[in-house]
């Protein structure tokens, strides 16, 4: 069973790169179901987020992987390869163990993978592109990345995305409490954005996304009203903090739209993060003056100032998943030996019925049951011993050694005998 992972995240590849291969929530349904078409893997699942994009597979080729993820992003192979990185059976296990116990996190020990992960082995198991390996990888993930939370504190005070935002936003407005806070979308990061920015008690919040239903279940929560996206170009001026984490395959807010925006604020500042991948705010709104615009990479230097502190407990962490990574390739190890095993409980079930049918016959022709037992249990005896007799006599000397070695061990013998 040849397993692998196959992808790039944050520290291999800019934004750029992987906001290129990032998929949406519709668009992966139809990748999971063109994988379980086309086969590039017998077994499949997409992890794909703001700061990675991962093949898992099983009973795959790696390179077949890679011509089909390229292909089906309308890419050259050669531009991925420099920022791709291919994990072979061990690592990709000891892989899936560290990113779901939050180990290979832009903000180390951050919980919302988890999360993610559980939705990409669930859409996998919808498309039909998950099998028993996959299956089992990630069930001892999610456990692992339990065990890893309650033995150690990896995810004590985690700074999240979220709350870098708000502290770079404490820099640009001298209270967040006279501001209007913007959200766009209403996904799991908006709703934890929203959880950090009414914290701060602002002066209003609103949520503006594709349905307005889940805009207003989401604002609600927070005191704030809702707005469909396609009103945002008559309120945009309104509000001084903007956060957009959209599935959107476009940008949504583009240079001139903000031009405008800052026109009728008559530039009073705004502070813009995008948190999406692929963006959801043109690159160059960044270049306007009064727009204060931060990306998912800009924020990585304002989590790290929390993460000394949870360093000192990676190595436990690590001693947990290098413990049940283990286990998990033994668990590999057994399986692949199930069709062996197989093989020869059905040749001794041959032998046997064999041998009963014949035994059957010698009593029916009147022969001495004491006879027929000797019969029966010489005919079973020569024939489970032929193989591993004929195997020691026909092989040449180092062969020979071998065998016997392993069957003196098999059925306890010892082997000076």
Known sequence: MRLFALGLNHLSAPLAVRERIAFTDEGLKGALREIARVRPAQEAAILSTCNRTELYCAAGDPHEALAWLAGHHSLPESDLKPHLYTLPREAAVRHAFRVAAGLDSMVLGEPQILGQM????RAAHEAGALGATLSRLFQRSFAVAKDVRTNTRIG??????????????????????????????????IELCATHFAAQMPRSITVANRTLDRAQTLAHRFSGHAILLRD????????????????????????????????????QPVFMVDLAVPRDIEPEVGELDDIYLYTVDDLAGVVRSGIDERQSHVAQAEAIIDTQVGNFLHWMESREL???????????????????????????????????????????????????TQALHESDADARAKAREVLARIYNLRSES
């Open 338 to 388: 199930v069709p062996l095993i197989k093989d020869l409980r059905d040749r001794g079930e041959q032998a046997r019925r064999h041998e009963i049918e014949r035994a059957l016959r010698m009593l029916a022709r009147g022969d001495d049951p004491v006879q027929v037992l000797e019969a029966l249990s010489h005919g079973l005896t020569n024939k489970l011993l032929h193989a591993p």
């Open 232 to 267: 945002l170009p008559e309120c945009l001026a309104e509000h001084d903090i903007v956060v957009s984490c959209t599935a959107s395959s476009l940008p949504i807010l583009g240079k001139g739209t903000m031009e405008r925006v800052i026109k009728a604020r008559r530039h």
């Open 118 to 121: 559980k939705d990409a082995v």
């Open 156 to 189: 004590a005070n985690v700074v999240s995305m979220a709350a870098a935002g708000v502290k770079l936003a404490g820099r640009i407005f001298p209270s967040i409490r006279d501001c209007r806070v913007l959200l766009i979308g209403a996904g799991e990061m």
